[in-house]
């Protein structure tokens, strides 16, 4: 089963103080060892992870029939965007939160991660 695994955005993640916070090497020391682990157990291949830049970055693409509107971030709802991802193959679900449960706090203060499976070609059989 793949998962899709995002790390939810926070006010410090989207304006970039998460970088300068004092303790920011040993967080990503932190990921780094825990990424390490999910490689050496078969869930995660190096590529398919990553921490994404803020939404000031980014952009949307919004659809309406054949017109197409592009909208600059800043995106307001912090909690709903995402600051990182991975994308892991597990058993099942309770294997993806067993390992979510091991992750060190992704962010410096309250923080979430959502787990979504995604769909397979046995899904549409």
Request: glycine share 8%.
């Amino acid at each position: 089963m793949r998962v899709m695994v995002f790390v939810k955005a926070t006010e410090d993640s989207e304006s970039g103080t998460d970088f300068n916070a004092p303790d920011m090497q040993a967080l990503m020391e932190a990921m780094g060892k825990f990424n390490d682990e999910l490689i050496r157990a078969g869930i995660l291949k190096p590529e398919n992870c990553a921490g994404l830049k803020p939404s000031s970055d980014a952009k949307r693409v919004a659809f309406d029939g054949p017109g197409r509107t592009v909208i600059d971030g800043p995106f307001s709802h912090t909690r709903e965007l995402v600051a990182g991802y991975w994308l892991w193959e597990v058993k099942d679900m309770d294997e993806a939160v067993a390992w979510v449960k091991r992750c060190p706090n992704p962010m410096h203060g309250p923080s979430g991660i959502e787990i979504r499976p995604l769909y397979e070609m046995e899904d549409f059989q």
